[in-house]
Nanobody, 121 residues
């Protein structure tokens, strides 16, 4: 069982930046596909970014050029750097991990508890 803990959320003004962290209990975390998801009130959860074990990254169109996902090479962690934040980025952000091919359906095996990001206008 892999435990994921997110941190780094908070309140920021539009145009500002935040860096979210996802720390894992699994030392071989680099072997996992890791995704960052978000869910705003009244909306469905959506994939924001993901990073494969080999380093390939994908982003939702709405965050391309503003967000960057990366891995820590020294410890089991993945980060989401969020720049030029907009009020519509307000949501609870979750990290998730899997080694299963079910990632293609956004079905991940392990989820964190989420961290709130609020962007004021």
């Amino acid at each position: 069982q892999v435990q994921l803990v997110e941190s780094g959320g908070g309140l920021v003004q539009a145009g500002g930046s935040l860096r979210l962290s996802c720390e894992a209990s699994e030392r071989t975390f680099s072997r996992y596909l890791v995704g960052w998801f978000r869910q705003a009130p009244g909306k469905q959860r959506e994939l924001v970014a993901r990073i494969f074990s080999g380093g390939t990254t994908n982003y939702a169109d709405s965050v391309k050029g503003r967000f960057a996902i990366s891995r820590d090479t020294a410890k089991p962690a993945v980060y989401l750097q969020m720049n030029s934040l907009k009020p519509e980025d307000t949501a609870v952000y979750y990290c998730a991990a899997t080694t299963s091919s079910r990632w293609i359906r956004n079905e991940y095996d392990y989820w964190g508890q989420g961290t709130q990001v609020t962007v004021s206008s």
